[in-house]
């Protein structure tokens, strides 16, 4: 991730503190939206697609899926006011159900693993690694 | 399949035989999704959205619905073209405004659309007449689910499926229906219910979307989250506050037949000479009267048998639509008489209306019965 720090008259040139600047996504979002995104660091710039908020504040649209991650702070509290909910309870698509599936059986093994070498249960730990390892190709195959 | 083709054919949820049709003229519902790691349509250069496009386009063309499609890259239609299909809400305004790198792809039937780089990487739409909310997610839930076995979708496993404009995050999914709602514009009570059905977080607007003057007393009623709530919770909601709704209209028709039926008759007499005689009219005044002639048919004013030829003038007057069909650019001097003549010729059909199915009507309190005669 790349982070740029910006000086007050810096920030002002670009545009970061010029409050007219977030009529759009207040008009888009509802009133208040563009505090919500001020809060957050205002020059980050998405390492996928190269977005930074004041883009975001010029067109109401994110640049990319990696965005929601990059500006996660500022949009938090912006999707709390938008939505009903956080957090997402539709349809889970088969791919990410595989892979949700297969993260939580690796939260388990490894949970299982720390309470064996705490036992001192070496044979035990030693299975329990070798299933960490074959879930681990699993997941990055 | 070629543009000709989509131009004869009316797209098959505009014939009206759905359940509820005769007040929800369509159901459709959406799904936004886009590929993992690529930028959205409107942040991508045109390189990108031209690859995006070439990645997307053969999954959707192979699709077993997608068989016999009508499939066109944007740049290579016509602005006349593009806004047929936004008059027939195959495509939405934005898409229209379109060019290199993005595409729309539809079935014969015109009840699936799928567009490639709207303001997502794709846009699926499925539409159905009458009140079919249900049906049209399940079709779509089954093309959603063929297309991510071969594309990979931007999903979190908190947010859900992620989209460029955070109003759609989560399920990615809009379900809306049109409705005609004349009885309660003529009770005005439409700002009532158009208030209420706000408050519980549901939008209404006009006739093509956001933004769009509610004409020919068509109102489109939607969802307004996607995220916290179910697919099949947000459809089932929107399918009770719409039963509500059409039972407010049955009402309001009701009060109007029994309480004012001197300002109906003299409404339904009106609309019909307006439009038997009128020489010029603008796209607004024929959808207008139009709306009260069906409410005609809706009352038995009109014969039932006449339905169709009306309902299809809703669409053949809309200003591509008859420039398309004439073949030739016109301007709105020239539209408006040509849309005058087309609607004379048609309502040739149509006997004047018979007050005395109306008052026969009002008598038994419930919805119109069809004519005993």
């Known amino acids: 991730m790349q982070k740029v720090n910006l000086c007050d008259a810096c920030s002002k040139e670009k545009g970061v503190q010029d409050p007219t600047g977030f009529a759009l996504a207040d008009l888009l979002l509802g009133i208040g939206a563009a505090e919500e995104i001020e809060k957050g660091s205002s020059a980050q710039r998405c390492p996928v697609c190269g977005f930074t908020q004041p883009d975001f504040k010029k067109t109401g649209r994110l640049g990319c899926s990696t965005c929601y991650a990059t500006f996660t702070e500022a949009l938090t509290a912006l999707l709390k006011a938008m939505h009903k909910g956080t957090a997402h309870v539709g349809k889970v698509p088969q791919r990410a159900h595989r892979v949700g599936e297969l993260s939580d059986r690796m939260r388990n093994l490894n949970e299982s693993l720390q309470k064996a070498v705490a036992e001192e249960n070496y044979e035990t730990a030693a299975s329990l690694r070798d299933q960490i390892k074959q879930l681990e190709s699993e997941l990055t195959s | ?373």
């Not at chain 2, 009885?183 to 706000?198: D, F, K, P, W």
């Open chain 2, 1 to 373: 399949m070629k543009f000709s083709n989509v131009m004869s054919n009316a797209g098959e949820w505009l014939r009206g035989e759905g359940p509820h049709h005769q007040i929800v003229i369509s159901s459709r519902v959406r799904l936004a999704r886009n590929l993992r790691d690529r930028a959205f349509p409107g942040w991508a250069k045109k390189a990108e959205r031209t690859a995006i496009l070439e990645l997307i386009k053969p999954h959707v063309e192979k699709l077993p619905e997608m068989q016999d499609s009508f499939s066109e890259l944007l740049q290579d239609l016509s602005a006349l073209e593009k806004q047929v299909l936004v008059e027939r809400h195959l495509i939405s305004r934005e898409h229209a405004a379109k060019s290199a790198g993005s595409a729309v792809i539809m079935n014969r039937r015109q009840t699936l659309s799928i567009m490639i780089n709207e303001e997502d990487h794709l846009r699926m739409q499925s539409m159905r007449s009458g009140l079919q909310l249900k049906q049209a997610f399940k079709l779509l839930d089954k093309i959603d689910t063929a297309l991510e076995n071969e594309l990979e979708f931007a999903y979190d496993q908190r947010l859900g499926y992620l989209t460029a404009c955070p109003t759609n995050v989560g399920t990615g999914m809009r379900a809306s229906a049109m409705l005609h709602l004349p009885g309660l514009v003529l009770s005005e009570l439409i700002n009532q219910v158009v208030q209420a059905v706000s408050k519980i977080g549901l939008a209404v607007r006009g006739l093509y979307g956001e933004g769009t003057e509610a004409m020919g007393n068509l109102f489109q009623i939607s969802n307004q989250t996607t995220l916290g709530e179910k697919e099949d919770e947000i459809i089932s909601r929107l399918t009770k506050v719409i039963e509500t709704i059409i039972e407010k209209e049955h009402d309001s028709r009701q009060v109007l037949i029994q309480k004012k039926s001197n300002t109906l008759w003299d409404q339904i007499g009106r609309a019909y000479g307006v439009l038997t005689y009128a020489h010029a009219m603008s796209s607004k005044e024929a959808l207008n009267l139009l709306s009260i002639i069906k409410l005609g048919i809706d009352l038995n004013v009109f014969p039932e048998e006449k339905r169709l030829p009306i309902d299809e003038l809703f669409m053949d007057t809309q200003p591509a639509h008859l420039q398309k069909t004439s073949q030739q650019k016109l301007n709105a001097e020239e539209r408006d008489h040509l849309r005058a003549q087309i609607i004379r010729a048609r309502l040739k059909v149509l006997p004047k209306p018979d007050i005395s199915k109306l008052a026969m009507d009002s008598g038994n309190g419930s919805s119109p019965a069809p004519s005993e005669q």
